[in-house]
């Protein structure tokens, strides 16, 4: 009974962590391939994702507050550079 349930357990942690693993940091098989092998195949699979398919290592964390780093500005955005054309305009170069 016990056997079981530890082979239940690591059946159903293998498959979460198969599930919230990005494409990325998948080795070998792809990721519903993985899911396949771990539903079928009781304790050998969720093994083998554990130890031969996940990437080791920490997770990316995602960005703080969903914040994206900020495009570059067009010509027409940059105060410096229209500051620049105006002063060219002018003759002040």
Request: charged share 20%; glycine share 10%.
């Amino acid at each position: 009974m016990l056997v079981a349930l530890v082979a239940l357990v690591l059946g159903i942690y293998a498959l979460v962590d198969c599930l919230r693993t990005t494409g990325t940091q998948v080795r070998g098989l792809p990721v519903p391939v993985w899911v396949a092998v771990i539903v079928l195949l009781p304790v050998v699979g969720p093994l083998a994702w554990l130890l031969a398919g996940r990437a080791h290592g920490p997770r990316p964390a995602p960005p703080a507050g969903g914040a994206r780093p900020s495009a570059p500005k067009g010509p027409d955005d940059d105060e410096d550079f229209l500051r620049s054309l105006d002063r060219k305009h002018r003759g002040d170069v």
